[in-house]
């Protein structure tokens, strides 16, 4: 009976599910069979309950901030991330700050 409990134990994981917006973030703790993916646990994390605005086709998704894909395993302990939409491309940020900090200083003189 003891190797059973073990052997049930040994098929299972820890994991959690983060999703954060701008004002507050929500973190859900699972224990999952060892061969869940990433998607899966996404799932049955119950997330997408909570924030209809998630949509794993367009939503980035990271384990530990490196990028992953749905089918990728899991590993004990691991913590799947859900990745907010990009508001503005990076690179358009930094040229309108440089834009404004170069009329600033024209301003300035």
């Known amino acids: 009976m003891n ?3 073990k052997s049930q134990e040994q098929k299972s994981i ?3 599910v983060i999703y954060a917006k701008k004002d507050e973030q929500k973190l859900f703790y699972l224990r ?3 061969d ?3 998607e899966s646990a996404i ?3 119950g997330i997408l309950k909570h924030y209809s605005e998630i949509d794993l086709a367009i939503n980035k998704i990271g384990i530990f901030s490196t990028s992953c894909k749905l089918g990728d395993p899991l590993h004990d302990n ?3 991330e ?3 939409p990009l508001i503005i491309d ?3 940020a930094r040229k309108q700050r440089a834009k404004k900090n170069s009329s600033q200083e024209k301003g300035g003189s």
């Open 3 to 5: 190797d059973l409990i």
């Open 14 to 16: 820890n994991i959690e």
């Open 32 to 34: 999952v069979n060892n």
């Open 36 to 38: 869940t993916n990433v």
């Open 43 to 45: 799932r049955q994390s």
């Open 78 to 80: 691991d913590r799947i």
């Open 82 to 84: 859900i990745y907010r």
């Open 90 to 92: 990076p690179k358009e």
